[in-house]
């Protein structure tokens, strides 16, 4: 909502030994605005001209799992953002804004670019030789969530 009011709270899990060899597995990542435009931009809209967009948000919760799920954790967290972007402006720079397209095949097809990244993360993902995480996602275009 953009308001300063806001935490995040994560706890270690404890799997047995010594407390301080205990790793928080878990990662989150919350970014209101989502200027996923911006991101994969080599000039981003620095040509002076300023467009509007509906509000973007993309907020998520990532559970590590496994001995190396925090290093999982945290590559989803550092590389979903640009992956996603990439593919949220490639679908729009195909869907042309004379082009009317429809909110079911909209849904569908914002549906099918998180599902592919999420593929593409786990192919890529620093799991060897174990490790990998659990993700919840929100993604808000505009009023659709």
């Known amino acids: 909502s953009g ?11 404890y799997k047995g030994g010594a407390l301080d060899a205990q ?3 878990d990662r989150a990542v919350a970014l209101s605005p989502y200027l996923y435009y911006n991101i994969n931009s080599s000039n981003g ?25 925090e290093k999982v ?8 953002p640009a992956l996603l972007g990439k593919k949220l402006v490639e679908y729009e720079a195909k869907h042309t804004k004379d082009e009317v397209v429809d909110q079911p095949e909209r849904d569908d097809d914002i ?10 993360l786990d192919a890529t993902s620093p799991a060897i030789p174990s490790g990998g995480c659990t993700a919840s996602l929100v993604l808000q275009l505009g009023e659709i969530i």
Do not use: C, M, W
């Open 73 to 80: 954790s945290e590559y989803v967290v550092k590389t979903l």
């Open 111 to 120: 549906s099918h670019i998180l599902h592919e990244t999420f593929l593409e």
């Open 23 to 25: 790793i928080n597995q």
């Open 45 to 69: 809209e620095k040509s002076g001209v300023v467009t509007t967009r509906p509000i973007v948000r993309l907020i998520g919760a990532f559970d590590g799992h496994a001995k190396f799920g």
């Open 3 to 13: 308001s300063t009011n806001a935490a995040v709270l994560t706890l270690i899990g």
